[in-house]
């Protein structure tokens, strides 16, 4: 069992937790037009971002830092899970014009947050996290962020895109 804070509160993660070398685990989460999305549906290098609600300030900048930077990087996809409704997500997306990260929604078997060990009991959200895995399915960079209001590491989460491409 893994722990977390929240506004400095101890929080506990379930799931299995990922580490670089694992290949990526299989999930099944919904699409904002409420479609099954599972890890075969992706390839190439990705961007595995989880957090607690897109709709909230920190989650908000950090979508957005990435929907501007995986568009300078060709076949790099990045993806945003959260437990966040798909149609919120997806009302988010087109609010804020993010149309280069895709939104994902773990609400209804919370498969991701098991898979990463990303889902944060206690919330009933998932924690904010990075994972960075290859066009082999290898994952080749985790970061499970201590404080959840806190931001992520950009530069070294593209360093690590940048590495693997």
């Known amino acids: 069992m893994n722990m977390?804070?929240?506004?400095?509160a101890p929080i506990t993660l379930e799931g299995n937790r990922v580490s670089v070398g694992d290949?990526?685990?299989?999930?099944?989460?919904?699409?904002?037009d409420l479609g099954e999305f599972t890890e075969k549906d992706t390839k190439g290098v990705r961007v595995f971002l989880t957090v607690p609600s897109i709709d909230t300030p920190v989650c908000n900048m950090e979508v957005k830092k990435f929907n501007e930077e995986i568009d300078k990087l060709e076949g790099v996809t990045c993806y945003t899970i959260s437990m966040?409704?798909?149609?919120?997500?997806?009302?988010?997306?087109?609010?804020?014009?993010v149309e280069?990260?895709?939104?994902?929604?773990d609400y209804k078997?919370?498969?991701f947050a098991q898979a990463t060990g990303t889902y944060a009991k206690e919330?009933?959200?998932?924690?904010?996290?990075?994972?960075?895995?290859?066009?082999?399915?290898?994952?080749?960079?985790?970061?499970?962020?201590?404080?959840?209001?806190?931001?992520?590491?950009?530069?070294?989460?593209?360093?690590?895109?940048?590495?693997?491409?």
Do not use: H, M
């Open 123 to 165: 919330l009933g959200l998932l924690t904010r996290a990075s994972f960075v895995v290859d066009s082999n399915d290898n994952v080749t960079f985790v970061e499970y962020l201590e404080e959840i209001t806190s931001e992520p590491s950009y530069d070294k989460i593209l360093e690590a895109v940048k590495s693997v491409k």
């Open 100 to 105: 280069n990260v895709k939104t994902l929604s």
């Open 109 to 111: 078997d919370r498969s």
């Open 23 to 32: 290949k990526l685990p299989s999930f099944k989460v919904t699409t904002n």
């Open 84 to 97: 966040d409704l798909p149609f919120a997500q997806s009302r988010w997306c087109a609010l804020e014009g």
């Open 4 to 8: 977390v804070k929240f506004q400095g």
